[in-house]
């Protein structure tokens, strides 16, 4: 774990507007963003895993490594975890090329630790839609903020035909965390 704080904390020196926190999630938070995941979720990808803190809660609430899809930009964090995690798929790459990487319709649930709120509005846009466009029916996706507000600007959920739902806070993290859910407003 000393080596994931380090790994952390020179990503973030070299690149702070795109890490966007400034400690590594807890595994707490970790915890809460996997609760009901399980070895019949099915296939699940992650947005931004960094260091892995919630690749590790994904997988011990027991979605099989073989369902677990991870898209990472930065290449140390990429290397990182691709000798973490055996048996995960891991893709440096940006989030908004998910549907590369995994077919339309087919993901049970997104798990993102994207800094949503600090990205350009066309930036999110296109990030949600590859989100939306690898999730089933019924899939969702799961998103933490910081602040009181949900992950992600109103104006961006009603253009795309989306709605958040409040879910767990969580105080153990620095700083504490609130989990939203995210699916399409026609599901819900």
């Known amino acids: 774990m000393a080596h994931d704080f380090i790994l952390f904390a020179r990503e973030f020196l070299?690149?702070?507007?795109?890490?966007?926190?400034?400690?590594?999630?807890?595994?707490?938070?970790?915890?809460?963003?996997?609760?009901?995941?399980?070895?019949?979720t099915g296939p699940v990808v992650e947005f931004g895993?960094?260091?892995?803190?919630?690749?590790?809660?994904?997988?011990?609430?027991?979605?099989?490594?073989?369902?677990?899809?991870?898209?990472?930009?930065?290449?140390?964090?990429?290397?990182?975890?691709?000798?973490?995690?055996?048996?995960?798929?891991?893709?440096?790459?940006?989030?908004q090329e998910a549907p590369s990487f995994a077919p339309a319709g087919s993901v049970a649930a997104v798990v993102s630790g994207l800094p949503l709120l600090s990205m350009p509005d066309p930036v999110v846009e296109a990030i949600l839609t590859a989100a939306f466009t690898v999730l089933r029916k019924g899939g969702e996706m799961r998103q933490f903020t910081y602040g009181s507000k949900p992950p992600i600007a109103p104006r961006i959920m009603e253009k795309l035909g989306l709605f958040a739902m409040k879910?767990?806070?969580?105080?153990l993290n620095v700083p504490p965390a609130r989990v939203y859910i995210i699916k399409r407003a026609s599901e819900i």
Do not use: C
Request: proline content about 6%; aromatic content about 8%.
């Open 167 to 171: 879910s767990s806070k969580v105080w």
């Open 49 to 95: 895993p960094g260091t892995g803190q919630l690749t590790r809660g994904i997988l011990a609430a027991g979605v099989p490594p073989q369902d677990l899809t991870l898209i990472e930009m930065s290449a140390d964090f990429a290397r990182h975890l691709a000798s973490e995690f055996a048996g995960v798929t891991v893709h440096r790459a940006g989030a």
């Open 14 to 40: 070299a690149t702070p507007f795109q890490v966007a926190a400034v400690s590594p999630s807890s595994r707490y938070l970790a915890r809460a963003m996997a609760a009901g995941f399980g070895a019949q």
